[in-house]
């Protein structure tokens, strides 16, 4: 069973920057398509980024383009996700999630579908409020 390690959430002010790392347990990270997404309470799980095993392809939602930068360093076996101008509404729980297919190489919105991806770890909280 894969399992992942998320880290680096917490409480950020409103336009503050986090860090989140998914760092692989028991299999190498380098071989999967790699994913982020995150629920807010009250809400469906959504897609916010990817990054293909390769890292050649790479998506992420309307919602944080231009603010969130996906990244993979597969010497450390860890997928990053460097979020800034932070907004309350990017408060969730963010999860890595990790494909057996080559989900992020599918076009939008599926390579960003919950659908897609196969191994799921246990998130990290992120607050953005002042």
């Known amino acids: 069973q894969l399992q992942f390690v998320e880290s680096g959430g917490g409480l950020v002010q409103p336009g503050g920057s986090l860090r989140l790392s998914c760092a692989a347990s028991g299999f190498t990270l380098e071989y999967y398509d790699i994913g982020w997404f995150r629920q807010a309470p009250g809400k469906e799980r959504e897609g916010v980024s990817c990054?293909?095993?390769?890292?050649?392809?790479?998506n992420y939602a309307d919602s944080v383009k231009g603010r969130f930068t996906i990244s993979r360093d597969n010497a450390k076996n860890t997928v990053y996700l460097h979020m800034n101008r932070l907004k309350p509404e990017d408060t969730a729980v963010y999860y890595c999630?990790?494909?057996?297919?080559?989900?992020?190489?599918?076009?939008?919105?599926?390579?960003?579908?919950?659908?897609?991806?196969?191994?799921w770890g246990q998130g990290t909280q992120v607050t953005v409020s002042s």
């Open positions: 999630t990790a494909a057996r297919s080559h989900a992020c190489r599918i076009t939008l919105p599926t390579s960003l579908s919950r659908g897609v991806y196969d191994y």
């Open positions: 990054i293909s095993a390769g890292g050649t392809s790479i």
